[in-house]
C-alpha cells in the first residue's frame, strides 16, 4: 500500500517543474497547476481528512480517490491546453492528498505495535525511490539506439542508457510521467479493496472538534512560534530546489541525459532512509537545535555546490546525498519536537499546523514565485542558475542563523500546558 501510494507522487512531482513550460504555460498557469497539490493539502487538514475519517471506511475511501485521480492523472497525459489541464490535476489532488492520511490510519488500526509503523512507512521512501526507475528506460532515445550497431547485450544497454532524451524530445517523453503515475494509482484502487475493513472514527469527532485551537494557542511560547514560521522557510525552500532542480541538471551547464535526471535525483530518498535510522542518536548527541540547525545547512551546502560547482559532474550528483539530512533532520525532527512538547490531545492538530507549513503554504509560496524567478533570470535560452541557487541558499543560512539565535526550548522535555 505505502509503496504504491508513494510511486503516484513520486512519479510525476520532480519532473513537472521542467514539463509545464515545455507546455508553453506562462508563469502563473505553472504557478496555478503547481498549487493545485499544496490548495488540496490546506483542504484536506481542515476538511476532507476528517470528512473522510468520520464517514467512510478507509479502504473504500482509498479505493474511491485513487480510481478516479488515477484517472485524472491519466488525462494529464494526453492534455496540453491549461484550463483543461489545471482542472484534472486539481481533481487529482483533492481526491490523493486526503489518502497521505488515510494510510497511515489503515496502517495504525492494523498494527499490533505502532512502533512497526516506521517499517511500513519506509515503503513510501522505497515507493518513491522506485519512481525514479521506469524513466531511465522510458526516456532513452530509442531511434538513437536502434541507428547504433552493438556487439551483444551489455553494449547495447551501455549504449541505450546513455542516450537519454534532450530539449524538445525530452519535454515530449516527460507525459510518460503521468501514464506511470496512472497506473500506480490504479493498481492501488483495486488493491485497497484487499486491505483490512477500517470502519469510520465517528466516535473522534467532538473530541477532535476544537483540539486544533488548543494548538495554535500553544504557539504564543516563542520557541514554538519561531519553529513554526522556520518550518515555512525550510519548505519554501524544498520547494524551490523541486522547481529547479530537474531544469538544472539537464541544462547545457551540467549536462545530465534526460533519463538519468529523476533516479538520480531519488539518492536523496536512499540517504533519507539511512539517514532517518541514525536520527535518534543524533538527537541525543546534538540536541534539538544542532540537529535542525544541521537540517537547514544541508540546504545551504547543496544551493552553493549547485552554484559554484555545475560542470562537476560527480559533485553535483552525491551532494543530493544531502536531501537525507535536509528532510531528516529538519523536518523528521520537528515532528518528533512536536509529539514532545504538545499535549497529548493536541498532538494530531498540532502536527496539522506544522504539515499545513510544508505541505501547504511554504510549497505555496514556493511554487508562486519560482517559475517567475525562472523565467526572470533566463534569457535567450540560458538561465543564470547561480543566481537563483545563491538566493535559496542565502534564505536557508538566514533560517539557520535565526534557529541558533532565537530557538531555545527548555532543557526538560515536558509536554507543553496551555
Known sequence: MMVLEFVIWGAWLPQIFSYLPSLNFSAWQQSAILNAFPVA????MFFSNQFADRNFAAEKFLAFSQLVGGLAMLGLAFTRDFWPFFALMLLHCL????????VNSIAFANLKESKDFGLIRMGGTIGWVLA????TFILVDWQKVSRTHTSGLADWLTTALGSGLTGAALQRGLRWTYVVAAIASLL????????????????????????WLEALRLLRRPFLLVLWILTFVDAFVLYAYFNWAFIFLGSPQVGIKGNWI????????VAEILTMAVLGMALKRFGWRLTMILGILGHVVRFAVFAFFPQVTGLIILVNLLHGICYAFFFAAMFIFVDEYFPKDARASAQGLFNMMILGLGCIAANSLCPWLLQRYTSGGVTDFRTLFLMAGGVAALATLTLAL???????????QS
Do not use: E, N, R
Open 406 to 416: 532565537f530557538f531555545h526550548p527548555p532543557a526538560v522535555q515536558k509536554p507543553a
Open 132 to 135: 525514479a526507475w521506469p524513466f
Open 188 to 211: 492501488l484502487a483495486a488493491f485497497s479493496l484487499t486491505l483490512p475493513h477500517t470502519p469510520p472514527k465517528k466516535a473522534a469527532a467532538q473530541k477532535d472538534k476544537f483540539a
Open 41 to 44: 493539502a490546506l483542504v484536506a
Open 262 to 269: 529523476t533516479p538520480i535525483m531519488s539518492i536523496g530518498q
Open 95 to 102: 481526491l490523493y492528498v486526503p489518502t497521505l492520511s488515510i
